[in-house]
């Protein structure tokens, strides 16, 4: 039995319901070990009504926000994975079936005509990210990202000798001038690339890596944590009331610059992280490799 | 000092009197909502002499566009977190003085011109946790009503909630004009200042 666009079409519809029901289990361990040590009673109230929030989500398998985001895909598809063109295809009929279900709030509007498709479909929705590598295997990352969460996005073009200066201040006047509007406690992702689309692209694609995860250079690790505990000192904290917790981490990677150029790119997403991950195989066996939270009775417990 | 209060619809002047930026309030009775198109549908209704399809007077308004699904011919509210209220800070001055409504629920704060208004007219602006949809459909009780439907669509129409214990409420704009969010957010910038001459000092390369 090898994989058929039909069990694809099920596969991502799977991904996409618990992406919007189910936060992952490092964004719900990283709120809740905040709101253990957190002695700021604005901040905890903030960080409790998150909590009861999530719970009441992933118990009742509705969604965690209203605002049901903007779907992506970032996608790592093997050779010789035999659905290929189609893959486009497939997760558009798994997000309107979605939508249909009511998992998703339909968030697709044309900008010219003013009219939303209905359905979360539409012209490059969902946005999709796609590259080939080696073996027969399929590896889909599914993001939902709120809009208030994309207001902060950023890109600095900076001269190269100016090109870390410039990326730390930026880090730091963009959470500061957006405040409570993308709905902190943030993840952070930055980039460096040559050209500001791919700045941009990686940036947010950073914000797949689990909370915690460092990156496996150990200048980048350091800049990561550096960066973290920093920005950690602006007190924002949940939805601007103050307290230790304005970013859960910290995300960055890059590409090779040009000589003359330094993009940095700078996203956000907001506490209500929503993202998961599977690997699908040829034979069309397949698993979530990322981990949710699902109520049982006694507490949210991981199932996958 | 950080207070929590119960209160029920409608609101009256001398309770409104009393909360404080950073007090805490849970509200039970009616909430209203209105994101940008019901705001400007109502101040067009009222520019022309007509009169709102629900008295406003004393009640909560809520930024909000839920998700709602249709069971049994009865309309169930299944998520409905706060909206960003500063995209109505352009009218909401003007909303507060014609409807009479006493308190503004949404998420990130509004501004001056709000601020003015709810001194003026003895209102107050609370937030609501952003992203917290689906505790705010556990708190709905009752869909009372909904207006402008078949026009405005579900995020932005006009729906009538009966809420109990809707909370937790920050009150971040209070009868007095004082603006919880402008005071903190330059505290913020002020430690933005001290983070960025810290990270000069940092080496990743």
């Known amino acids: 039995m090898g994989i058929t666009e039909e069990s694809l079409v099920g596969i991502f519809y799977e991904m996409i319901k618990t992406a919007s029901t189910s936060i992952p289990v490092d964004v719900y361990d990283g709120l809740k070990k905040a709101y253990e040590k957190e002695t700021n009673q604005g901040a905890r109230k903030q960080l409790e009504a998150i909590l009861q929030d999530i719970e009441i989500a992933c118990n009742k398998k509705v969604p965690i926000c209203q605002d049901t985001g903007t ?37 697709a509007v044309d900008p010219f005509y003013k009219k939303n498709s209905g359905d979360n479909t539409g012209r490059y929705i969902p946005w999709m990210h796609l590259d080939i590598v080696e073996g027969d295997n399929l590896k889909v990352w599914f993001m939902t990202k709120g809009g208030g969460s994309e207001f902060p996005s950023t890109l600095i073009m900076s001269e190269p000798i100016e090109g870390f200066d410039k990326l730390k201040r930026g880090v730091i006047d963009t959470i500061v001038k957006f405040g409570p509007l993308p709905c902190p406690p943030l993840i ?7 050209g500001g689309d791919i700045a941009m692209t990686l940036a947010k694609k950073s914000l797949l890596r689990p909370i915690g995860e460092r990156n496996p250079d150990p200048n980048l690790a350091k800049m990561e944590l550096d960066l973290l505990n920093e ?26 610059r040009h000589p003359a150029s330094f993009a940095i790119g700078i996203v956000t997403s907001c506490w209500a992280t929503r993202r998961a991950s599977a690997i699908i195989r040829s034979d069309g066996s397949w698993e979530m490799t990322s ?11 991981i199932v996958r | 000092m950080v207070s929590e209060y119960h209160l029920s619809t409608p609101l009256t002047d001398d309770v409104l009197k009393k909360l404080k930026i950073g007090d805490i309030v849970y509200i039970s009775g009616i909430m209203v909502t209105a994101r940008d198109e019901a ?23 809520y930024h909000c566009g839920p998700v709602a699904i249709k069971k049994d011919n009865k309309w169930q509210i299944v998520a409905a977190g706060p909206t960003t209220s500063m995209r109505m800070e352009s009218v909401e001055h003007e909303f ?110």
Request: with cysteine; proline share 3%.
């Open chain 1, 71 to 107: 779907p992506y895909f970032f996608i790592e598809m093997g050779e010789d994975f035999p659905i290929r063109a189609k893959i486009y295809k497939a997760a558009s009929e798994a997000l309107r079936k979605v939508t249909k279900d009511g998992y998703l709030r339909p968030n």
């Open chain 1, 231 to 256: 920005i950690n000192k602006l007190e924002l904290g949940p939805h601007g009331f103050g307290g230790q917790l304005t970013a859960l981490d910290v995300k960055v990677d890059y590409a090779y």
């Open chain 2, 96 to 205: 507060i003085e014609k409807t009479g409504i006493k308190m503004v629920v949404g998420k990130g704060g509004m501004g001056k011109k709000t601020a003015e208004a709810m001194k003026k007219f003895n209102a107050v602006y609370a937030v609501f946790t952003g992203g917290a949809g689906a505790l705010a459909a556990e708190k709905i009780k009752e869909v009372k009503d909904v207006y402008w439907l078949d026009k405005l669509g579900v995020p932005e129409a006009m729906w009538v909630f009966r809420v109990e214990e809707f909370g937790p409420l920050i009150i971040t704009i209070d009868t007095e004009g004082n603006n919880y969010y402008e005071i903190r957010l330059n505290e913020v910038a002020q430690n933005g200042e001290k983070v960025k001459e810290a990270l000069k000092q940092y080496k990743w390369t």
């Open chain 2, 39 to 61: 705001h400007e549908t109502a101040l067009e209704l009222l520019e022309k002499g007509e009169k709102l399809p629900i008295d406003l007077k004393g009640l909560v308004l």
């Open chain 1, 188 to 194: 952070v992702g930055i980039s460096i690339a040559a």
């Open chain 1, 291 to 301: 981990k949710h939270l699902l109520y049982n009775g006694t507490g949210c417990t």
